[in-house]
């Protein structure tokens, strides 16, 4: 006989189910029956989630983008070549680049373009990086200052190959600008630094303001998606941040559509309150390329109002939550919003 089970969600959430053999009693049975409502929920986590349907050819409407252009995007644009900068909107294939540039604002990427880790989501390069620019935090600074911004976002490849992976150049790039603009409130996306509390510690001395680091995503789906990182050693980075500066705000981004369930995805939040973090980001995966980790699916925009409700009901002082969101997506209003600014 075939016994099929449903993993329980609340109601606003599209459920999951899949079906297992078993032999059925041939009396009734008095025991709960198998597999538990606690037992099915974990099968779909170790299983994986499993669509019903097949992902749709075309984008669904709410992803779909204007073309970039745009006055202050193209001065944007030559200002980076003409400083020899680079921007995670673009090494990334940020969808948002054309409305966030449009409004002279990006994030800054620093200490080059190539990344010693290979992360199944990421369009950035990976391989072998070259020397670092001990220039570059300055040419950032002056980018920041041309552009006149009221908060600047300031993130970098992986550079597990340096002794202090890329600590100091964050530190002197948010030095450099406090000097050229003072008014200017820094963020910093920051790698893991293979969780080194000294590298950590450089950078939250040099006082940004707001302190970013991204979860990305489950537990499950780390040795998958994100080998070189360690679920364990990102709340320990929090735990950190935490102690070393109590004052700090902190700040973390999680990507939806890469086989997670919404239940992992609610763990997960907890666990991060409990690190006391401060701003949430959720926003949808879109695969760069066949070379990449298969999207599962699209979460609706109705579903990323509702984690932002449980979000909001957990504590976080600010949540983004949509399908086009990115970690620095709106990042001023994000600090407006949680009152870090």
């Known amino acids: 006989m075939l ?3 449903t993993a329980t969600f609340p109601e606003e959430i599209p459920r999951a189910s899949f079906s297992l053999h078993a032999h059925a009693p041939s009396h009734l049975d008095p025991r709960p ?57 673009e090494e990334a294939h940020c969808p948002n680049i054309g409305e966030c540039w449009q409004h002279g604002t990006a994030t800054f990427m620093i200490l080059g373009d190539v990344c010693t880790r290979n992360c199944a989501y990421c369009a950035v390069s990976h391989g072998r990086p070259p020397a670092y620019d001990i220039e570059e935090p300055a040419r950032v600074a002056e980018a920041i200052a041309q552009l006149a911004l009221r908060h600047a976002v300031i993130t970098s490849v992986d550079r597990d190959d340096l002794p202090d992976f890329g600590a100091f150049i964050f530190a002197e790039t948010i030095r450099q600008v406090r000097q050229r603009l003072p008014g200017c ?12 509390e000294a590298s950590i510690r450089q950078v939250v001395e040099a006082r940004p303001d707001i302190y970013n680091h991204n979860t990305e995503t489950v ?38 559509g890469l086989g997670e369930t919404n239940e992992e995805v609610l ?20 695969r760069p390329s066949d070379g990449h980790i298969a999207l599962d699916r699209y979460v609706t925009p109705e579903e990323f109002r509702w984690f932002r409700e449980q979000g909001m009901a957990m504590g976080f002082r600010h949540v983004e939550s949509g399908p086009l969101v990115r970690s620095s997506y709106h990042a001023w209003e994000q600090v407006q919003a949680a009152g870090v600014g």
């Open 33 to 89: 029956p198998f597999p538990s409502p606690a037992m099915a929920q974990q099968l779909v986590q170790i299983m994986g989630r499993h669509r019903r349907d097949p992902l749709p050819q075309r984008k669904p409407e709410w992803l779909k983008v204007k073309a970039p252009g745009g006055d202050n995007y193209l001065r944007l644009k030559q200002l980076m070549r003409e400083l020899q900068l680079h921007t995670v909107c």
């Open 3 to 5: 016994l099929k089970v």
């Open 185 to 196: 409130s820094i963020e910093v996306l920051v790698p893991d630094f293979q969780g080194n």
């Open 267 to 286: 763990e997960v939040m907890r666990d991060l309150r409990a690190v006391d973090v401060d701003i949430l980001t959720l926003g949808q995966y879109l």
């Open 219 to 256: 537990p499950r789906l780390y040795k998958k998606a994100r080998p070189g990182g360690r679920y364990e050693r990102l709340l320990e980075i929090f735990r950190i941040v935490r102690r070393l500066d109590p004052g700090l705000p902190t700040k973390t981004g999680i990507i939806l």
